[in-house]
Nanobody, 127 residues
Framework: QLRAVESGPHLVQPGGSLRLSCLWS?????????VGWFRQAPGKEREGIAC????????VYGDSVKGRFAISRDNAKGAVSLQMNGLEPEDTAMYYC???????????????????WGQGAQVTVSS
């Protein structure tokens, strides 16, 4: 029910920017309250990084990306995007767009599991 627009892989220099986008299913089966992004690096736990409520655009961010990343959604197009600025080597991971019925804060804190997610996009930050 979620599909990355460009699955990558993406190679970005430190300090650079990248925009990831996903499309969600436009049929009535997609009733998720929120959409967002999580990432997972090798040997590390899954990390919820950004989430947005579909109805009114309210956002929640993880501390590691706050101030650098921005999530947006376009309900008419069925799209969610993640603008990543000031990328650091520590941001290297597989990035997944996701959707869920719970509240954003629970996905960012890791107390809820996402219901659906896309196929992922590899992002590598390196010079």
């Amino acid at each position: 029910q979620l599909r990355a627009v460009e699955s990558g892989p993406h190679l970005v220099q430190p300090g650079g920017s990248l925009r990831l986008s996903c499309l969600w299913s436009r049929d009535r089966t997609f009733e998720s309250r929120v959409v967002g992004w999580f990432r997972q690096a090798p040997g590390k736990e899954r990390e919820g990084i950004a989430c947005i409520r579909r109805r009114d655009g309210t956002t929640v961010y993880g501390d590691s990306v706050k101030g650098r990343f921005a999530i947006s959604r376009d309900n008419a197009k069925g799209a969610v995007s993640l603008q990543m600025n000031g990328l650091e080597p520590e941001d290297t991971a597989m990035y997944y767009c996701a959707a869920g019925a719970d509240y954003c804060v629970n996905y960012i804190q890791g107390t809820s599991e996402w219901d659906f997610w896309g196929q992922g996009a590899q992002v590598t930050v390196s010079s």
